[in-house]
C-alpha cells in the first residue's frame, strides 16, 4: 500500500498541520484521512499542492509498503 | 467562496425539501390506506357482495375473503413506515447510503411477499368456492402492481448501493 508520510516534512519544514491544510487548501479531516491510510485517491492537483506547501518531491512523502508490513522511518 | 455556500445552502434547503414532501406523501398514503381497509374493503365490499353481480346464496364467502385482505396492510404498513425512514435519510443529505439500499431492498421483497401472499390466497379461495371470478380478476390486477414495485425497489436498491460505493470513494479522494 502507498503510505503518506507528511509528518517527517511538517517537522523539517516546522510547519503544523493546520497551516498545511490551509495552504493546500483542504480540511484538517482530509490531512488526517491522508494520514492513516483510509484515502482511496489522491489527486495529481492535491499532491502538487502538497508538494509546494512543503517545497519537496512526491518520493518524499509517498512510501510504497508492501501488504502486511509496517512502514520504515 | 460565498457563491459555492449559496449552492450547498440551496441544496441543503432543496434535500429538505423534498424529504417533507415524501413524508407528506407517504403520511398521505397511510391515510388513504386506513381508509380503503377500515371502511372501503369492510364496508362498500360488504355492500358490493350483495349486489346481484356477485349475490350467493353462501354469505360466508366475502368475511374470509375479507380477513385474507385485510392481512396485506400489514406489509403495507412496514413498507410505508421503511419509506419515511428512507426520507429521514435523505433529509440527513445520505440519499446514497448502504442504509437506503438496504431500506429499498426491504421493500421490494415485502412487496413481492404480499403480492405473492395475495394472489395465492385468492386462488385458494377461488378453488375451494369461496371467491369470484371477477373479484379475482381485480385482485390480479393488484398484484401485478405489487410485483412492479416490487421490480422498482429491487432495481432502486441497486442503483442506490452503487451510487452509495462510488459517493464513498469519492469522499475519500483527497
Not at chain 2, 32 to 45: E, H, K, N, S
Not at chain 2, 88 to 100: A, K, L, M, P, V
Not at chain 2, 108 to 114: E, G, K, P, R, V
Not at chain 2, 132 to 154: D, E, K, N
Request: with cysteine; proline share 2%; glycine share 6%.
Amino acid at each position: 500500500m502507498i503510505v503518506i508520510n507528511v509528518d517527517v516534512m511538517l517537522a523539517k519544514r516546522k510547519m503544523s498541520v493546520t497551516e498545511l491544510a490551509e495552504r493546500v487548501g483542504i480540511t484538517i479531516a482530509n490531512i488526517s484521512i491522508l494520514k492513516n491510510g483510509k484515502a482511496k485517491a489522491v489527486k495529481l492537483e492535491t499532491l502538487n499542492r502538497i508538494c509546494c506547501a512543503l517545497n519537496c518531491q512526491p518520493g518524499d512523502v509517498l512510501e510504497y509498503v508492501p501488504d502486511g508490513e509496517s512502514s520504515s522511518d | 467562496m460565498n457563491y459555492g455556500r449559496q449552492r450547498k445552502a440551496y441544496s441543503n434547503m432543496k434535500q429538505k425539501s423534498l424529504s417533507n414532501w415524501l413524508k407528506i406523501i407517504f403520511a398521505g398514503v397511510a391515510v388513504c390506506m386506513a381508509v380503503v381497509y377500515c371502511y372501503l374493503l369492510p364496508v362498500w365490499g360488504r355492500e358490493c357482495f350483495n349486489t346481484s353481480f356477485f349475490y350467493t346464496e353462501d354469505s360466508a364467502w366475502f368475511t374470509p375473503w375479507l380477513i385474507v385482505t385485510l392481512i396485506t396492510a400489514v406489509p403495507c404498513c412496514i413498507a410505508i413506515v421503511l419509506g419515511w425512514r428512507i426520507a429521514i435519510e435523505i433529509g440527513r443529505d445520505n440519499s446514497f447510503s448502504e442504509t437506503n439500499s438496504k431500506l429499498l431492498m426491504n421493500i421490494s421483497f415485502l412487496a413481492a411477499l404480499d403480492a405473492g401472499y395475495y394472489f395465492v390466497a385468492n386462488i385458494v379461495l377461488l378453488i375451494i368456492g369461496m371467491n369470484h371470478p371477477a373479484v379475482f380478476f381485480l385482485v390480479i390486477m393488484v398484484c401485478f402492481a405489487g410485483v412492479a414495485i416490487s421490480g422498482v425497489s429491487a432495481a432502486l436498491s441497486h442503483l442506490v448501493y452503487k451510487a452509495a460505493k462510488i459517493n464513498e470513494e469519492n469522499e475519500l479522494t483527497i
